[in-house]
C-alpha cells in the first residue's frame, strides 16, 4: 500500500525526475487489543484454528485487511483496515468474538456466552500517521518477546511476522525498555 511520488532533483544544471516510495496508512486503520475474560487461560494459542475460522467467516460477510497481528495466550493485538466509508469495527469484533465463543470446546469455554471468554472492554485506537503505525507494528512484534513467551520475536509461530502481510520497515523502531513498576527481583530480569 504505497503511493509513488515523482521529484524534481537538481543535478549538475540539469533537471530530472526521480521516483521514490512513500508508506502509506490508508484511513480507517485501527489497532485492537482483545483479552480473554481468564488471565491465566491459553485458549487463543489452544484453538487458533477456531480463532483463524471466526475471523475468516467475519471477513467474508463484513470485509476488513488484517494488516497485522500476533496472537498470545490470553490476548491478541490487531492492526485492521477498514473499507473507505465504514467505520464499524464493533460489529465486526462482535461477530469475531461470538462466533470464536459458540465454537470453543466446552470444557475450556465454561458457558456458552461472549462474556465468559472474552473480556467485556477492547481496547482501540486510531492509527494517525506512519509513525504510529510503526509503534503499534513493533507493539505486535515485540509482545510475545515482552510476555517472556521466546527469546526472539521470530521465534513466536503466532504471529504476522511468519505470513509476510506486516507492512512495517526491516529495522523496527527502537524503544526503551519497560522499567517494572514493583521491586520484585524476577520482574526485573523479565523486562530485559
Known amino acids: 500500500m504505497g503511493s509513488v511520488y515523482l521529484l524534481l532533483t537538481k543535478s549538475r544544471?540539469?533537471?530530472?525526475?526521480?521516483?521514490f516510495q512513500r508508506r502509506?496508512?490508508?484511513?480507517?486503520?485501527?489497532?485492537?487489543?482483545?483479552?480473554?475474560?481468564?488471565?491465566?487461560s491459553d485458549m487463543l494459542v489452544s484453538q487458533i484454528g477456531l480463532l483463524r475460522d471466526a475471523s475468516r467467516t467475519v471477513i467474508k460477510r463484513w470485509p476488513f485487511e488484517i494488516a497485522g497481528a500476533v496472537i498470545l495466550p490470553n490476548k491478541l493485538h490487531m492492526i485492521w483496515v477498514l473499507p473507505n466509508g465504514d467505520v464499524d469495527f464493533a460489529k465486526r469484533w462482535r461477530l469475531v468474538k461470538s462466533t470464536f465463543a459458540r465454537h470453543a470446546p466446552a470444557s475450556l469455554s465454561q458457558g456458552t456466552g461472549s462474556g465468559r471468554i472474552w473480556h467485556r472492554s477492547l481496547w482501540h485506537h486510531v492509527i494517525r500517521d506512519i509513525g504510529d503505525y510503526d509503534r503499534h507494528m513493533h507493539v505486535i512484534a515485540s509482545s510475545p518477546v515482552q510476555a517472556g513467551l521466546v527469546k526472539r520475536a521470530a521465534d513466536w509461530p503466532f504471529s504476522s511476522l511468519h505470513a509476510g502481510t506486516e507492512r512495517v520497515p526491516p529495522e523496527l523502531p527502537r524503544t526503551t525498555a519497560l522499567v517494572p513498576s514493583n521491586p520484585c527481583p524476577k520482574a526485573a530480569v523479565r523486562a530485559n
Open 24 to 40: 502509506y496508512v490508508p484511513e480507517h486503520t485501527h489497532f485492537f487489543t482483545a483479552r480473554l475474560q481468564d488471565p491465566a
Open 13 to 19: 544544471d540539469k533537471w530530472r525526475m526521480s521516483n
